[in-house]
């Protein structure tokens, strides 16, 4: 257990819809990081936050924005759904806020299936 | 811009056997981590073992070990005596310094059989 959490474990939901995952960090950890996994795929980084404040921005479409609370949880949320964003989502944390030493902690997942 | 390089997409091992996973990778980085990650069925993403570069001595963890060789860019994981729970998909990853994401290779997806 890396002390990631994620909810909801499995998400299935229609074409247009919007959906909200939410990550909560390890204790003591300030950076929250998205990726996503498409089917027997890489990890695609999305974005960062850290200490509540956008730190990095990856590869994530216009219909996706993420906010960090002040409580360090985190949430992803994804608007008007294709099919093409069937994915496993990845939450991960680390201390700080990256460079040569940055080592994160990966959540179980949110498996989101778009019918 | 740093590149992370798996070129074995499929590997399979008899199991109590031992397998080498290779990973390179390209920085200008002088000192860095460097990390592989496990993906079983399940899919979670599950810390393997990490490298610190200005460490000469190569990491282990139990029946886990990389030979990393800095001059040649080189990280390899070795799992030794191989067992059924090692099938899994394994990434080689390196914290890219410029932004804040790990830099993933695509993967290899190693079998072990009975």
């Known amino acids: 257990d890396s002390g990631v959490t994620q909810t909801p474990k499995h998400l299935i939901t229609a074409t247009g819809q919007r959906v909200t995952l939410r990550c909560s960090p390890r204790s003591g950890d300030l950076s929250v990081y998205w990726y996503q996994q498409s089917l027997d795929q890489g990890l695609q980084f999305l974005i960062q936050y850290y200490n509540g404040e956008e730190r990095a921005k990856g590869n994530i479409l216009e219909r996706f924005s993420a906010q960090q609370f002040p409580d360090l949880h985190s949430e992803l949320n994804l608007s008007s759904l294709e099919l093409g964003d069937s994915a496993l989502y990845f939450c991960a944390s680390s201390v700080g806020a990256g460079g040569a030493y940055n080592e994160q902690f990966f959540g179980p997942g949110t498996r989101l299936t778009v019918l | 811009a740093q590149t992370v390089t798996q070129s074995q997409p499929e590997m399979s091992v008899q199991e109590a056997e031992t397998v080498t996973l290779s990973c390179t990778y390209d920085?200008?980085?002088?000192?860095?981590?460097l990390f592989w990650y496990k993906q079983p069925p399940s899919r979670q993403m599950i810390l393997v073992i990490r490298q610190e570069a200005y460490k000469q001595q190569n990491a282990t963890e139990n029946r886990f070990s990389v030979n990393f060789q800095k001059a040649a860019k080189s990280f390899s994981l070795k799992i030794s005596d191989s067992q059924l729970g090692d099938t899994a998909m394994y990434f080689c990853a390196f914290p890219n310094p410029g932004n804040t994401p790990l830099v993933f290779g695509k993967g290899t997806r190693l079998s072990v059989i009975a």
């Open positions: 920085t200008s980085e002088n000192n860095y981590y």
